[in-house]
Nanobody, 122 residues
Framework: QVQLVESGGGLVQAGGSLRLSCAVS????????MGWYHQAPGKPRQLVAT???????NYRDSVKGRFTISRDNDKNTVYLQMNALKPEDTAVYYC????????????????WGQGTQVTVSS
């Protein structure tokens, strides 16, 4: 069974920083792309940033220059460093991982964390 456990959310003032972490656990797994998504009340879930196993990153325009995604492949963990936070960054942040169960076929499936609340006050 694959589990994603997130940590690091909270309440911060505008201009502040937070660092989110997401650890993927499971026996005999291979992880491809990992990413972070957010969902504000009444809005659909949206991509924030992704990172491939080789380290190629992709960001939504509104966070470029402020957020940095990184990963530790040895620890099966992805991070999101969020700087210069704005009230419009307020949302539940979800971790995503594209995972293959080794020995159970060649296909990858998407798994999600439980979400962590990020609130930025003005």
């Amino acid at each position: 069974q694959v589990q994603l456990v997130e940590s690091g959310g909270g309440l911060v003032q505008a201009g502040g920083s937070l660092r989110l972490s997401c650890a993927v656990s499971g026996s005999s797994i291979s992880i491809n792309t990992m990413g972070w998504y957010h969902q504000a009340p009444g809005k659909p879930r949206q991509l924030v940033a992704t990172i491939t196993r080789g380290g190629t990153t992709n960001y939504r325009d509104s966070v470029k220059g402020r957020f940095t995604i990184s990963r530790d492949n040895d620890k099966n963990t992805v991070y999101l460093q969020m700087n210069a936070l704005k009230p419009e960054d307020t949302a539940v942040y979800y971790c995503n991982a594209n995972v293959r169960l080794i020995g159970q076929g060649p296909f990858y499936s998407d798994y999600w964390g439980q979400g962590t609340q990020v609130t930025v006050s003005s």
